[in-house]
């Protein structure tokens, strides 16, 4: 770092996740003397609240960056992350493209900080619905071990991102009025007033989505663990923001509701609400707009002695990505494990 802060690249700053790394950079003083916006070519020239242009990703464009945050999808991901390395940047990024490459830390800040330090480059964020997840698990593994995880998700459509937003707000407004809607682009069947058993997509042959697999690969990579035997249905649902989750987790050692709600209640990033009977428990509309991950309806599974139930609420945008992508740029810096590759910036 130069006396005077990083130099920051925030690529795909027009999007969702994009727009809110920016609005976080700013608001929770990352050291940074320089942020600069990328996307795609459609969006260069244009200017972002706070005067920051857009700029195109070119040879010359990426020189100079203490470090990178990508939000700009997978095949941008896999184009441009190294090229930001090697101009001496440290990427983290969003996308699911380097997640399980065995080189690349997956890491959920309050749960494998220490996974940074193996950093060759690129650090991977995790997948939306197992970040939240991993960070309500965390001390419960760490008390009791887990043996067994049954997941369901309800999943918002701002994570298959902006364009099915507008789809959902299109459909809902043609049907309240009573006019047919477009022919789904977004999602293969409507999803206003809906509930699809399909969220992310089918890979030829296997018959669980690929969200369904991240869920499975990413928790296992992120614990250190696996031995966890993971069955998870990932369903889309007619929510703007916050993924909901019931798990069922089956712990190794015995693990009463009340341990784990102390446990969760201590726990960094965890919000526990759980009085059922005064209805107080996590919602989407509540979590929508937060960085903490919301806990509740915390019960025995009656069907199983060392199982309990529970309910994971999360904005995805934030804690599910972006807030994420800037805790990571908080602790690499930190760690004093940015700024040692950076190249001087061009004159
Ligand atoms: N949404 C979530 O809940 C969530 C959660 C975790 C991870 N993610 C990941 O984060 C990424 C972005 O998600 P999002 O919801 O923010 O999507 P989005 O709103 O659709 O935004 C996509 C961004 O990528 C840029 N982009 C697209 N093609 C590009 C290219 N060829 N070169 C440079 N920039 C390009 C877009 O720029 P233009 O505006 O110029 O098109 C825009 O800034 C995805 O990889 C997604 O998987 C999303």
Known sequence: MSSEGYRVAVVGATGQVGTLMLELLRERGFPAREVVPFASERSVGRELEGGLVVRGLSEESIQGFD?????????????????????????????????????????????????????????????CSTMQMVVALKPLYDAAGIERLVISTYQAVSGTGKAAVDELLDQSHALLHEREIQPPAAYAHQIAFNALPHAGGFAPGDDHTDEERKLMNETRKILGDQSIAISATCVRVPVLTGHSEAVNVQTREDLSPERARELLREAPGVSVLDEPEAAVYPMAVDAAGQDGVFVGRIRRDPGHERALDMWIVADNLRKGAATNAVQLAELLHERGLLGARSMPSPA
Do not use: Y
């Open 67 to 127: 470090v990178a945050l990508f939000s700009a999808g997978g095949s941008t991901s896999g184009e441009w992350a190294p090229r930001f390395v090697e101009a001496g940047a440290v990427v983290v990024d969003n996308s699911s493209r380097w997640r399980m490459q065995q080189d690349v830390p997956l890491v959920v800040s309050e749960v494998n900080a220490q996974a940074l330090d193996a950093h060759s480059g690129i650090i991977a964020n995790p997948n």
